[in-house]
């Protein structure tokens, strides 16, 4: 695409650093992703190629408890460092915030308080010229005012109003000390413009609230007036006339810059069927019954999009535009799509001729809590463009998109070519509506004959032949492995993800052939193969450990080669079996490697000649798999047994560390997407002996154990030794989810 010279699409990088407050309680997400303590955290950012970031210099953390005992320290490390790095900070001053705890949003002195705090800023960093004096206002004054959700948990209209409004003149105060201080200081706004969407009979309810979306900017750029169509709706919430002239006159401060923070979330359909949607999106006006539903998951075509909704800013303010957080929780591909869409459509735009400044990477470091909108902290936790569940924040696939991009590099990875999960028929949760766009905000909704019974990615059954062939030009992921639990588990999510593979049988490809698997890859012409074929028959093997040594060690070698020599990245498979268990901590990844039956040496030479041929290859470590869709697996087998009052035998001291196949598929493919490489060791948090495991999932079932049979290892008498403890943990990355919660979905996933 070719770009206007003038303004070149940029690349923008942002941490999320929310600091909001509920009741008494502040929630710190600096503090939560520790970047308030690694200002080395700056120089992996500015690695990145960014020349601008958004960065939280926040009231709430300088100046708590009043300016005269503002702590100053840690923000002059920082701007100083970003300065030094050649980075432009966007100071931001609350995210999501209410001040410090002598104010709140609807604190009549709001808005001088933070004016004050403003100040303070320019005047100590005179060389900053970008400010986010508050951050999505609109929203915030929804979650405070009107939802409840944060302090002051207001749940009315009046209270909503109240926060905007002072929201709004703080804004405009604050750049006015702060340019009085430097007068080249520009303003860039932020909000989040999410559109909605309803049936005929929800029209009006839909018009309301895609005008009321736009209040902030309005009242910064002075457009509400006692003509506009809010100008009433303010009144009635029981702001006075007088009150709203006066805050209207006060909020006038045109952003130089106007942001948009875009969610597939934000994006609402309104529909008065109730039957059709769970309880808890139930709600209303107060004149109709309606569920509120995510707009993606019901509307038959795509809706609004980033590109909709920077042309329809553009087209109301004609303001030069950026798009201030682009983020995605999801898997890694979806959310490499995700920002690869945003900044395919900035640049459409440009050419269009609207005034598009920059695509923001948000947020670096991930996210917490905002599964429960940051109600409550349990650290429940997204990654972004940085991971931080390894020791040092690792970059993922996201990191190096946003370096191609912030570079002028045209990104290549073949992931990138088929439509995010948003685009695809998977999304739609609910019967479909046809959603019939006529102008920007005036929908026409008509049921839709589309059937989604068989839509839902819990239903989507993968095959050999399934979406194989989706995208003709993408090259495919190659899984070797057809028969077996984990291959068909690969094929299963890829299906689901939305990634083209091909699940071949040894007939198709013998891994222990070499000229089987250089003919297929040359063929195919995979990006990746993954290993999931194998001897897994750990007795059988002690017997025959010539076919145990062949298709393990020699067959993964043989692959590894060919996977070099036709550019392929490999991961395949290995155990926790590799270790003797001589210890009572969890192995982790540089610990030796001391097998006691043959499948476990077949496993380690495997690892040491597969490294050797093919040093970029990923090697997993994992251990006692379960899952929901087969029969094999100890977890179900244990349940049907004791289930069916048959006795049940299980090992009351050998202590492993059980692996959910969905969280391993998924982790892996993470891995593999991120281009990470040796050995990683995944396993769901947890020691558990296997009787305990045995009872754990009775009593999820409701099932007696009275048949279970818990007895030492050596009495069982299995042929093939095993250790008594062989529990994985890691010193590259805690990625998988508690055995708690895997044991959750593992019932919810079988049905």
């Not at 690349?11 to 992703?33: H, K």
């Not at 604190?107 to 004096?133: C, G, I, M, N, S």
């Not at 060919?562 to 990844?589: I, M, R, W």
């Not at 040093?615 to 006692?624: D, F, G, K, Q």
Request: proline share 5%; aromatic share 10%.
């Amino acid at each position: 695409m070719v770009c206007d010279a003038r303004y070149p699409v940029e690349i923008w990088a942002g941490v999320e650093c929310t600091v909001n407050r509920v009741g008494e309680e502040y929630f710190d997400q600096l503090e939560s992703n520790g970047h308030a303590k690694r200002l080395d955290d700056l120089e992996l950012f500015a690695e990145l190629g960014i020349k601008k970031m958004r960065y939280p210099v926040l009231w709430e953390r300088v100046a708590p408890d009043g300016l005269e005992n503002a702590d100053w320290s840690w923000v002059d490390v920082r701007l100083g460092k970003l300065k030094e790095l050649g980075i432009t900070p966007i100071v931001g001053l609350v995210h999501h915030g209410s001040g410090p705890r002598d104010t709140s949003l609807i604190d009549p002195a709001f808005p001088q308080k933070l004016a004050e705090f403003a100040r303070a800023v320019a005047e100590r960093y005179p060389w900053v010229t970008y400010y986010t004096p508050i951050n999505e206002p609109l929203t915030t004054a929804r979650f405070s005012g009107m939802y409840g959700h944060w302090y002051p948990h207001g749940r009315d209209n009046l209270t909503f109003a109240r926060a905007l409004l002072g929201e709004c003149q703080a804004i405009a105060f604050s750049m006015q000390a702060i340019r009085e201080v430097n007068p080249n200081a520009q303003l860039v706004q932020t909000e989040d413009l999410g559109k909605t969407y309803s049936t005929t009979k929800l029209v009006y309810q839909a018009e309301f609230e895609n005008e009321r979306r736009w209040l902030s900017f309005d009242l910064l750029c002075g457009d509400i007036t006692s003509t506009h169509p809010m100008w009433g709706y303010l009144c009635n919430c029981g702001i006075s006339e007088a009150e709203l002239e006066a805050a209207c006159e006060n909020s006038y401060c045109p952003p130089d810059i106007i942001g948009i923070n875009h969610y597939l979330t934000s994006d609402r359909f309104l529909d008065e069927q109730l039957e059709n949607y769970p309880a808890r999106t139930h709600g209303g006006n107060g004149r109709d019954q309606y569920a509120d539903v995510e707009a993606v998951r019901v509307c038959a075509e795509n809706v609004a999009g980033v590109y909709t909704l920077l042309q329809e800013a553009w087209e109301r303010y004609k303001l030069p535009l950026a798009v201030t957080e682009v983020h995605l929780s999801c898997t890694r591909e979806e959310q490499l799509r995700w920002f690869y869409e945003a900044w395919n459509d900035a640049q459409k735009l440009q050419n269009e001729g609207v005034d598009i400044r920059a695509v923001t990477a948000w947020s670096l470091l991930g996210s917490y809590d905002w599964n429960s909108l940051v109600t409550r902290s349990v650290s429940y936790y997204e990654s972004g463009v940085f991971d931080l569940r390894s020791p040092h924040p690792r970059p993922t696939a996201i990191a190096k998109l946003v370096r191609d991009l912030a570079t002028g590099n045209q990104p290549h990875h073949p992931l990138l070519n088929t439509p995010g999960w948003w685009h695809r028929p998977q999304r739609l949760l609910y019967p479909a509506i046809h959603c019939l766009n006529e102008g920007s905000d005036n929908n026409k909704f008509t049921n839709s004959t589309f059937n989604t019974q068989n839509s839902a990615p819990a239903k989507r059954r993968a095959t050999a032949n399934s979406t194989q062939h989706s995208k003709l030009s993408t090259p495919p992921l190659v899984i070797v492995g057809a028969k077996g639990t984990l291959g068909q588990a690969f094929a299963r999510l890829c299906e689901m993800r939305g990634i083209t593979y091909r699940l071949l049988t040894r007939q198709e490809m013998d891994i222990t052939n070499p000229d089987s698997v250089n003919a297929v890859l040359k063929k195919l012409k995979p990006w990746a193969v993954v290993n999931a074929a194998g001897y897994v028959r750990v007795d059988d093997a002690e017997r025959e450990p010539h076919i145990c040594l062949k298709i393990n060690t020699e067959g993964a070698a043989i692959l590894a080669t060919a996977c070099a020599q036709h550019h392929a990245v490999l991961l395949t498979f290995s155990s926790d079996l590799v270790f003797n268990g001589a210890v009572t901590k969890p192995y982790v990844e540089s610990d030796d490697a001391a097998p006691l039956n043959v499948y476990g040496c077949s496993k380690v030479l495997a690892e040491k000649l597969v490294l050797q041929a093919y040093p970029a290859s990923l090697v997993i470590r994992t251990s006692a798999f379960f899952g929901p869709w087969d029969e094999y697996n100890f977890v179900t087998i244990a349940l049907r047994e004791l289930n069916a009052g048959h006795t049940f035998v299980a090992a009351e001291d050998a202590v492993v560390s059980p692996t959910y196949i969905p969280d391993l598929v998924h982790t892996s493919l993470d891995l593999l997407i991120d281009g990470e490489s040796g050995l990683w060791h995944l396993a769901n948090k947890t020691a558990i002996a296997w009787a305990d495991l045995a009872r754990l999932v009775a009593k999820q079932a409701g099932v007696s154990t009275k048949n279970l049979i818990a007895l030492p290892m050596q009495e069982i008498n299995l042929p093939a030794k095993r250790p008594t403890y062989s529990v994985l943990g890691s010193d590259r990355g805690q990625l998988m989810p508690c055995l708690d919660s895997a044991m959750s979905r593992y019932f919810d996933d079988r049905g």
